[in-house]
T-cell receptor
Framework: QKEVEQDPGPLSVPEGAIVSLNCTYSNSAFQYFMWYRQYSRKGPELLMY????GNKEDGRFTAQVDKSSKYISLFIRDSQPSDSATYLC???????????FGKGTSLLVTP | GAVVSQHPSRVICKSGTSVKIECRSL??????MFWYRQFPKQSLMLMATSNEGSKATYEQGVEKDKFLINHASLTLSTLTVTSAHPEDSSFYICSASDSAGPLVGYTFGSGTRLTVV
């Protein structure tokens, strides 16, 4: 079993929709949870990170972590075509440690 | 913000030759650099972790003699794929971390697409 599981999609939504992206993880030692956005043939770009459980909001993006169920979510409100990309969740047990990535979910927002 | 420059962005080489990929932190000192490999529609898989001035730590299944990593300075790490074969064709990405705080240094390079023919 991979340490981080993520549905690869693809996920297609109309512009303006609320997008929900999710991951599950198996290692209870993970403390840091991140979401990256990756455009085709580019390196990942950090969108948000949270430490331990809880919510974090940044503009149209909200990250949620539920450590009791080992569930990570990213919500995108008012989705735009420019949000079309692959979204990767990642975890780490400690600051400075290498990241454990999910497979990435391909998102397409249609005008 | 922190910038990591990776070069080249894409390279095509003949089977049996070696290819060097450079990863530079432009405005911060990268005490740790990570090298990942990503196959199409797959996740980033960690290959190795390198700390400046010491030998890299390789993940299980990654041949250290084939993927040579050098982290000789706080701003530069190189990955050399030796005697490349078609199965080494992949997207290689580096990331750099400084010691400033949790995750602030997790900046990724733009990746190198290696094609071995």
């Amino acid at each position: 079993q991979k340490e981080v599981e993520q549905d690869p999609g693809p996920l297609s939504v109309p512009e303006g929709a609320i997008v929900s992206l999710n991951c599950t993880y198996s290692n209870s030692a993970f403390q840091y949870f991140m979401w990256y956005r990756q455009y085709s043939r580019k390196g990942p770009e950090l969108l948000m990170y949270t430490y331990s459980s809880g919510n974090k909001e940044d503009g149209r993006f909200t990250a949620q972590v539920d450590k009791s169920s080992k569930y990570i979510s990213l919500f995108i409100r008012d989705s735009q075509p420019s949000d079309s990309a692959t979204y990767l969740c990642a975890t780490s047990s400690n600051s400075g440690y290498a990241l454990n990535f999910g497979k990435g979910t391909s998102l397409l927002v249609t005008p | 913000g922190a910038v990591v420059s990776q070069h080249p962005s894409r390279v095509i080489c003949k089977s049996g030759t070696s290819v060097k990929i450079e990863c530079r932190s432009l405005d911060f000192q990268a005490t740790t650099m990570f090298w990942y490999r990503q196959f199409p529609k797959q996740s980033l898989m960690l290959m190795a972790t390198s700390n400046e001035g010491s030998k890299a730590t390789y993940e299980q299944g990654v041949e250290k003699d084939k993927f040579l990593i050098n982290h000789a300075s706080l701003t530069l790490s190189t990955l050399t794929v030796t005697s490349a074969h078609p199965e080494d064709s992949s997207f290689y990405i580096c990331s750099a971390s400084d010691s400033a705080g949790p995750l602030v240094g997790y900046t990724f390079g733009s990746g190198t697409r290696l094609t071995v023919v």
